[in-house]
Structures are given as structure tokens and as C-alpha cells.
């Protein structure tokens, strides 16, 4: 790109417009390098001047005074101005994207020994058989006591000595208030059953304390096998 640099001549071709009579209509090129230099050929009479000195061609830059008759300027002030140049529009990255979050792993859960509990499952089933045996031998002395009774009366209606039947009543009779007292032995029975069970139930249950839960008539075995609880799901050991 070339300059000519003069007196009057429009801004399209210098960046300012000079109106002194001492400059020539063209007083010298301003030609460009490419290099942030220009290369000055003087083109008039009246010389061109580079720093206070006349030259006829020259290299300059854009902060080099010229005098160019009695005007002075520097190179700078007579270049056009650059057209700005629209951004270059920045390219949009795709975004990064975001990382899932780990899942928190569960905590594990509390693991109990099932010791207490055997304990209390053998105690009580042990129990629980000797009283029911207890109650089915009182139920067969019953059975029996019951026939020879019946026996006594008979041989009171027989005809035998008035001692003899005498002797049938009697028997009769105490077998009667015996077996009354048998009754009362058998809810006596029925009450040891509740109590062990109520006692068995506030024991039997899962030794987590936060949970607690009654094992109800499980049988050790069975809880033994499950390993877990099915309502806390703490973990049981031996």
C-alpha cells in the first residue's frame, strides 16, 4: 500500500488533510513493508526533511517527524486508520460435563450374637414340656381315681354288711373331694403357662436394641437360620 502524501488531498489517502502552502499537491510516498516500516520517496521541490535532515528516500516509522516545507507531522498522523475488524467470534466448548456423584454405599448393618436368645428358647421350651407333661399325669391319675370310684358306689348298692358299703360311701367320697382338688391343680396348670409365656415374650426378641421386635413361638433354629432380621435387617452371628 502507497501513500501520497501532499497538500490538499482527501483523508482517503492521507489521515490528515494539509492546507499549507509550502507542502507540493504531491510531496512524497509513504510506502508500507510490511514490517511496521515505510519506505519515504521525496516527490517534491521543496524536499522532505527526516528529523531535520533532507532525504530523497528513506526508511521510517510510524514515529518519525517528516517536515515537509514548514509543516511538520509525523508519519504516525498521516497513515489511514486501520478498519477495526469484528471479533472473531470465540468458539463455544462444549461444557464439561458433570460428574455423576457416586452413590453413598450403605452403611453395614449391626451384627448380634443369637446366644441369649438360644438360652431362652431352651429354657422355655423345656419348661413348657415339663409342665404340660405334668398336666397330662395329673389328667391320667384323674382317668384312674375316676373308675375306682365308680367301683366304690357300685359295691355300696351291692348287697354286702352295712360296713362294708359304709366303707364304699366313704371312698367314694374322698375320691370325689380329691378330685376337686385336682381341678384347682389344673388351672394352677394353666396359670404356670401364662406366666411363662409372658415371661418368654418380654425375652425373646431381637437382640438389636434399637428394634426389639418378639420372635413370637419361632423356634430358635428357625431365627438361627434367617441370619437377618426382617425388620431392622441387622445380621445375627452365633
Aim: charged share 20%; glycine share 6%.
Amino acid at each position: 500500500m502507497t501513500i501520497i502524501v501532499g497538500r490538499g488531498r482527501s483523508k482517503a489517502t492521507q489521515r490528515i488533510e494539509i492546507n499549507d502552502p509550502t507542502v507540493s499537491r504531491e510531496h512524497c510516498w509513504l510506502s508500507d513493508n510490511g514490517d511496521g516500516t515505510y519506505t519515504l520517496q521525496n516527490k517534491s521541490q521543496q524536499g522532505t526533511f527526516v528529523d531535520g535532515r533532507q532525504v530523497l528516500k528513506t526508511n521510517v516509522r510510524p514515529e518519525t517527524e517528516l517536515t515537509l516545507g514548514s509543516f511538520k507531522v509525523k508519519v504516525a498522523d498521516l497513515l489511514p486508520l486501520q478498519p477495526q475488524s469484528s471479533p472473531s467470534p470465540t468458539p463455544v466448548s462444549n461444557p464439561a460435563p458433570t460428574p455423576t456423584p457416586k452413590p453413598t454405599p450403605k452403611p453395614e448393618p449391626p451384627t448380634f450374637s443369637l446366644r441369649p436368645l438360644e438360652t431362652i428358647w431352651n429354657n422355655y421350651d423345656r419348661q413348657r414340656l415339663e409342665i404340660q407333661e405334668e398336666s397330662a399325669k395329673r389328667a391320667n391319675q384323674q382317668r384312674v381315681q375316676g373308675i375306682v370310684s365308680m367301683l366304690g358306689m357300685a359295691l355300696g348298692l351291692l348287697p354286702i354288711p352295712v360296713v362294708f358299703r359304709a366303707i364304699c360311701v366313704l371312698a367314694s367320697l374322698f375320691l370325689g373331694i380329691y378330685f376337686f382338688m385336682q381341678g384347682q391343680s389344673t388351672t394352677s396348670v394353666q396359670r404356670q403357662l401364662h406366666d411363662l409365656d409372658e415371661e418368654y415374650a418380654s425375652k425373646y426378641k431381637c437382640p438389636n436394641p434399637a428394634c426389639g421386635r418378639p420372635l413370637g413361638n419361632m423356634a430358635y433354629r428357625n431365627v438361627r437360620y434367617q441370619k437377618q432380621c426382617p425388620a431392622c435387617s441387622c445380621k445375627y452371628c452365633d
